[in-house]
């Protein structure tokens, strides 16, 4: 009931793997190319052009990529110059610019807005409305929730542009900011709102505005176990890659 | 000029009541129940699949029902499975997920991300942008604003899901984020940007980061008038059941 | 490869200025005027009618003017009623309703949700997903961060709007929220996450729930460069009408 191939565009330079499905109202605009049995729902754009196109007579859309066994929601726009993993993901309405490097099994959530020139790892979930400024750097299994932000500029309005690294395994509550060019280790957790302008050593749980390490996250116990849930890869496996093995065994068996 | 039922596609399976009408571009998917004098403008995607669609052959779109004399604005997304009210009205680009149930003369702002799986009483209005996660339960007459997002795990991640409740009356200002599980009273009302984790009494005003009862809102005196605004029914109906009638009449004619 | 003139639909009473491009899926509604050389992407919608217009048979819909050199990406609502200046641009899924006045040189970032009935000068750059009240005042070289809400009902929910005023030059950061008619000065600075509920004089950094002074950000010392970046307009001309000029030549130029 969706895939009537009615009011789609497809460029003659684009190239869709096998068994490729492709929205109504669907624009997939040139060099764009698409791995097999990926999903492209309705009303997308995929390719997006870059601004030059607009006043340049010689405009050459950079090439697109997007992986196989991926699902893209109704209304999302994906730039050009785009390189995408496999088992992707997004939500409706996502925003992806130009120049992002994204790993496989990725999830982007509704609405959200990546800016481009940033980097993602594997197994990375946005939620839905998180804001990726340009420069990041994302690690991989590393969560973000709604509303939150990755900054880049210290003295707004500045040609400066050094974007937030946040290291594997890391979870960003919602309403966080992080401030221009901050690092975060692994397994840290942030609460919601905190704003976060300082390096945050591994495990540490931080809070406030500004944000202050309060606790290893080791230590914290949960109210219906009675056990601390961190590191939380021993207690949730759900689309993870140790699912079913552990994370030691996965660990052990894949030399990390 | 903007019915001209042009790119409009209608399920066979859908049933629209008297004096409907659809915008141009827009889908209206299987198993859709429409009630009479609805609009759905442009461009919006009515009974949108679960997951499920997409990779089994069986799949059966679960039945969608929208009410009378509602008006769907443009870029708007619902899904199957839900169950809505009379006398609804959404802004632009709002995306309900599956399964939710919404009462009467309710209002969702443009952008609001609702995740499914939640209940919203009657003459409930959401701001733009507001995030409803699933597992909520919002009573009648709740006014939520911009930002505000009700999360529900408490240990992120988890396979926990706790949504928070909210009881009849209660405004809550924009950028507020309600932690899984909280439960507010009747006419409380959340300052701007607050992170409330605890359960809030009725009558409360809650402000901070976490945030804390202040003070009890008939205390508040208004800039404006000299006197209490709280409880607000006193001095706001516009859309409200107690219009023209006063809300101790309206109570007492209806047994409140 | 965006502009095939599918499925668009010009209304007979829009005008179109010479060289003006129009994106698939795109309606330009009555009563529309659109400068020279104005790019409109795809899956617009311009002259988004007045509630009026579903319910009353006699409606006519506002007259909108949008500027000449103009850049509006796709999914973007612009409702009738708005007169926008020259050089204007958004980004994508951007929605403006009613009765806005907006200058020349302005910029509106993706997902921004402009209410209407409020007043922008010149050279504003509002980033993504800013929220602007009705009755909000927005000077000249105005910058503003994303998830920043500008709010008008000091006792929510009332009938009382009075939005926000803010000067020329000044930066509003990450996740703010100013507070129902506070007014903030020029060259004001406002620190990620500030809830401002007090009027702020000239030059005055400010931060915090509740945001208060903290220093002339004349004081302020930029890491990077061991002197103040402020005010910015002596170190940033990027699209700004003192490019190559300088402030204080440009200001001689034109008696400010």
Same mark, same amino acid.
């Given at each position: ?10 460029s ?5 793997g ?8 669907? =624009? ?5 190319v698409?791995g097999?049995?990926?999903i492209?729902c ?22 697109t990529i997007?992986?196989?066994d =991926? ?8 730039y ?12 409706h309405r996502v ?5 992002m490097?994204?790993g ?7 609405l959200?807005?990546?800016?481009g020139?940033?980097v ?7 939620h839905?409305?998180?804001h ?5 750097k994302?690690g991989?299994?590393?969560?973000i ?13 500045s ?5 937030p690294t ?7 509550a919602v ?7 901050v690092k ?18 591994d495990?540490?749980?931080?809070v406030?505005?500004?944000?202050k390490p309060?606790k290893d996250?080791?230590?914290l116990? =949960?109210r ?5 849930h961190?590191?939380?890869?021993y207690n949730?496996?759900r689309?993870m890659p ?9 660990q052990?068996?894949n030399n990390?």
């Open positions: 009931m969706k895939f009537n191939n009615h009011n789609v565009y497809i003659p330079s684009a190239t869709l096998k068994n490729v499905k492709v929205g109504d109202n669907t =624009s997939i605009l040139d060099n764009v698409i097999d049995n990926t492209i309705n009303n997308c754009i995929i390719g997006e052009p870059l601004n030059d196109f607009y006043y340049s007579e010689n405009y050459n859309n950079p090439e997007i992986g196989s =991926s699902l893209i929601r109704s209304h999302t726009i994906i050009c110059g785009n390189i995408i993993g496999n088992n992707f993901s997004t939500g925003t992806i610019r130009e120049k490097k994204i496989n099994h990725c999830r982007i959530g509704t959200s807005d990546l800016q020139f940033s993602i790892g594997d197994y990375c979930w946005l839905s409305n998180v990726i400024g340009q420069q990041s994302i991989n299994y590393v969560f929730y709604p509303f939150t932000v990755f900054t880049n500029d210290p003295h707004p309005p040609n400066i542009c050094i974007g946040v290291d594997d395994y890391t979870q960003i309403g966080v900011v992080l401030l221009p060019g975060l280790g692994k397994h840290v957790l942030v609460g919601a709102q905190s704003v976060v302008g300082k390096d945050i050593a495990y540490q749980l931080v406030g505005n500004p944000a309060v996250v080791r230590e116990i =949960s219906e176990t009675g056990k601390s961190y590191p939380w890869p949730f496996d689309g140790w699912k079913d093995i552990g994370l030691d065994k996965w052990q068996m990390k």
